[in-house]
């Protein structure tokens, strides 16, 4: 089976997805798939070599220039599709996606490989650009009785004064922890919204919790039915991570997280609620806030392609990673002949009457 | 100048020949015994007088005349191309890479053997020439042929899929149309198209279509020629084997019903479970599981059939199923369906919803209701090639009680030596069940027509089907049947 492997691309976010793009490679059955990696470079422009399989590549600045590296586009045919570097034209069966952020998880490289008709270890269009977008996924969420923090939107045209208290600002559309910042009192919400702005044309002004845990769970499906990871703590000190600090200074991590029964069953069935909504079919994340003092479980972001693939949270059930690769494929492969399915094109007449009868 | 305008008719009419006989290898699947048959056939008996003026051509008389002769040469080529397209089969010459590369050979050994010898000799030569490069081309073919069947079977090797196999003469479409309708929501399943039925056929189905991650593959087993399911088992051999009945069809090239029969066990020997109607066929000697569905000696006993103008309904082990598809033949059909998927292992009860709701093939016993003023049932049956389709078509047609019915039909063709007996059948079918009748032109249509005014019965002649199609429509007909290789048929 040929497995092509996607990573990089245009986001802030984009050395991460290298590396779980490593992690994923690491798992990999690689008798059972043929692995191809493509590299989406900063400015989205497709690269294969296999050179990509050893770290030192990505170190180097101009991988373009690199003699060993080639282009390549993918390109249906004949109800295939085909990877195709410079001549050689290479079967598609299946795309993992390790990309991060905006312009690719939200929705986007879902579309991209939508129409190409190959499957692909993604969320629906729909569903990935309403829960990365965190103004459309508190509406979603509240829509369904989930408890969100309280919040308000402000967009680049939105007149904003008067903000008082302690507040997150957060970007709508950027992932991690790039486009959030923290401020109290009107003119450091002010300069925080503003600098919010760069990133996105709509923000979020949030509350801000101060006696709160964070646990995060990922999920993803096996045979129609959702699988549960196990719940993670992270500690943070009432701090916000800036970018930099969370990847290269990881915060401390409890796995599994030290709740009791009652909380771990709460969060385990919002957690499968969402999933089921929301028809999940591959894995993602969703981090939630849990206010000690109101004892409220509020969502407080839903990960579409979670750092790593959340692997980490799954083998403390007992799923290693390879398995999760796999069970990822199989469900990948199976909703695309779903999909196919499904009646997607209907016989018409339209262009043989309409016009004629003009003439 | 005239010597120029001789070579341009002489290659204008080699151009003939050449599709021609193309045309002729096409339709044959390349078998090279049946191509020299063909070749005998078509061109000595009956392309004899060509021959005859060539032969004239051969005596210098004067350019005029060798002219002359020339344009009746094209003019008689012409006529007998668009007999062959146009009169018995409708298929053009398909451009395959074969075909292309066959043209390219003859085109380099005509070139050759006019530069050689004269524009006349050339002429007589043609056919040679045509079945030279096929001789030529073999090995390459051959080699194609073989790396195009490798790639299927290593692709087969990966995805593994349990193979559903089916072979009969008639209902093989039905049987995987159902089956592939019954379980395709619970495995990933792919069904070989209409008509990939033969090696290459599936070759390319197999290469093309199926995908990664299959489950269940269904695949056609057709045979036309001795030895081709032999063949076809020797590159897939398929897990669960099924037969749907034996009846003489392609009796062309089988002799009798007896091979016909031998040939088609061979799947079910071939295969780790065999699925065949006890009602209809009984098979010795099977070595390996055998389900056996009918209503005696069987695995799964079928019992209280009702069959009516408004579908069918039995039970199965004691488990009641329904469709709303016409007559014996789809019940048969979908017995075989059902028995399949319960090995699969398909919840039954969703076995006995996807059979509620199967739908008919199209031209195959397809209904549709035409609104002329008030309501006509146009029943479609022209895909149908056999006598007992025929039968059943008929029989589906007398439960529809106290309405105006007419058939239209040209008769069962190419039956070889069976053709008196069958078109005997016909007529006696034709009679028993009390119809008007019109009948199109076809090889059997006069015997037909003579013996429906033997026993005294009413019917009109026409030429073509769409004639006899808009007549049934403004004679205010309730029910008309369709029946039979009606070839340009044209439904709106």
Redesign the interface.
């Known amino acids: 089976?040929n497995v092509v492997i996607a990573f990089g691309g245009k986001s802030v976010e984009h050395d991460i997805s290298i590396i779980t793009y490593f992690q994923i490679l690491n798992s990999i059955d690689l008798k059972k798939y043929h692995v191809y990696p493509v590299y989406f470079s900063k400015d989205n422009e497709m690269f294969y070599s296999k050179e990509f399989f050893e770290m030192d590549i990505f170190k180097s600045q101009n991988i373009k220039n690199n003699k060993k590296v080639k282009n390549v586009r993918f390109e249906r045919i004949?109800?295939?599709v085909f990877m195709i570097i410079k001549n050689k034209k290479i079967e598609v069966?299946?795309v993992i996606i390790s990309m991060h952020g905006k312009g690719l998880e939200d929705g986007t490289i879902s579309g991209y490989f939508d129409v190409l008709g190959v499957?692909t270890t993604l969320n629906n269009v729909d569903v990935s650009s309403v829960l990365h977008d965190k103004y459309y996924m508190k509406l979603a969420l509240e829509k369904i009785g989930i408890k969100v923090i309280n919040y308000k939107l402000l967009t680049k045209r939105d007149y904003y004064d008067n903000l008082d208290g302690d507040k997150i600002v957060k970007a709508c559309k950027l992932g991690s922890s790039i486009g959030i910042k923290k401020a109290s009192g009107n003119e450091e919400i002010k300069l925080a919204i503003k600098d919010c702005l760069k990133y996105d044309d709509r923000v979020i002004v949030e509350d801000l919790l101060t006696n709160y845990i964070e646990l995060n769970q990922a999920l993803y499906i096996k045979k129609g039915k959702v699988v549960l990871s196990a719940i993670e703590e992270v500690k943070t000190n009432n701090e916000l991570y800036s970018f930099e600090k969370k990847y290269q200074s990881p915060c401390e991590r409890i796995i599994p997280a030290k709740i009791n029964k009652k909380l771990e069953q709460r969060v385990n069935h919002l957690s499968e609620r969402i999933g089921n909504f929301f028809l999940i079919n591959s894995v993602i994340r969703i981090d939630y806030l849990y206010d000690l003092d109101s004892k409220i479980l509020y969502v407080n972001e839903v990960n579409l392609i979670p750092g790593a693939f959340s692997y980490y949270l799954f083998e403390e059930k007992g799923i290693y990673f390879g398995e999760l690769l796999d069970d990822l494929i199989?469900s990948a492969?199976?909703k695309?002949?779903d999909d196919n399915?499904k009646i997607s094109t209907f016989p018409s007449s339209v262009l043989f009457t309409k016009y004629n009868n003009k003439k | 100048m005239l010597i120029y305008l001789e070579y341009f008719l002489t290659t204008l009419s080699s151009i003939f020949i050449f599709y021609y006989l193309l045309l002729c290898a096409q339709q044959n699947h390349y078998h090279f015994n049946y191509l020299i048959k063909y070749y005998k056939k078509y061109l000595i008996r009956i392309d004899g007088l060509l021959y005859l003026i060539s032969f004239i051509r051969l005596f210098k008389f004067s350019n005029i005349i060798n002219l002359f002769f020339d344009t009746i040469y094209i003019c008689i080529l012409f006529f007998l191309i668009a007999k062959k397209i146009y009169g018995k089969t409708i298929i053009p010459l398909k451009i395959t890479s074969r075909i292309k590369r066959n043209i390219i050979v003859n085109v380099l050994i005509s070139v050759l053997t006019m530069y050689i010898f004269s524009p006349n000799i050339y002429i007589l030569l043609v056919p040679c020439i045509s079945l030279l490069s096929f001789i030529v081309l073999e090995p390459i073919e051959k080699l194609v042929k073989y790396t195009f069947i490798r790639k299927a079977k290593k692709k087969i090797e990966n995805i593994k899929p349990l193979i559903i196999g089916i072979t009969g003469s008639a209902g093989k479409t039905s049987v995987k149309n159902f089956i592939y309708t019954i379980i395709k929501d619970k495995k990933i399943t792919y069904a070989s198209p209409k008509s990939y039925n033969t090696l290459m056929g599936l070759c390319r189905f197999i290469n093309e279509e199926v995908h990664i991650g299959t489950e269940v593959l269904i695949l056609e087993y057709g045979a036309s020629h001795k030895g081709d399911i032999e063949k076809l088992v020797r590159f897939i051999k398929p897990d669960i084997g099924i037969i749907t009945n034996v009846l003489p069809q392609h009796i062309e090239t089988f002799k009798n019903i007896e091979t016909i029969k031998k040939e088609k066990e061979k799947l079910l020997r071939n295969s780790r479970v065999c699925i065949y109607n006890s009602d209809i066929l009984s098979i010795n000697n099977l070595n390996n599981l055998v389900i056996k569905i009918g209503k005696k000696n069987s695995d799964l006993l079928v019992s209280d059939v009702v069959i009516d103008g408004s579908g069918s309904c039995f039970m199965i082990n004691g488990i009641k199923y329904q469709t709303s598809l016409l007559g014996k033949c789809n019940y048969e059909n979908i017995l075989l369906a059902i028995a399949c998927s319960l090995y699969i292992g398909i919840d039954i009860n969703e076995i006995i919803d996807k059979v509620k709701n199967l739908e008919q093939v199209e031209n195959r016993l397809e209904i549709k209701k035409v609104y002329n003023e008030k309501e006509i049932i146009i029943i479609n049956d022209s895909f149908n090639s056999n006598i007992e389709g025929f039968k059943n078509a008929l029989e589906v047609l007398s439960f529809m009680e106290g309405l105006n019915k007419v058939i239209i039909t040209p008769g069962i063709v190419e039956c070889g030596k069976l053709e008196k007996v069958i078109t005997e059948e016909v007529v006696e079918n034709i009679l028993k069940y009390n119809m008007d009748v019109f009948l199109i032109e076809s090889t059997t249509s006069k015997k037909i027509a003579k013996m429906l005014s033997d026993n005294e019965k009413q019917f009109i002649k026409f030429k073509v089907f769409q004639d006899a199609y808009q007549k049934a429509l403004s004679e205010k007909y309730d029910v008309i049947l369709i029946e039979n290789d009606v070839s340009d048929i044209y439904l709106k």
């Open positions: 089976m004949n109800n295939r069966d299946v499957p199989t492969i199976r695309k002949y399915l």
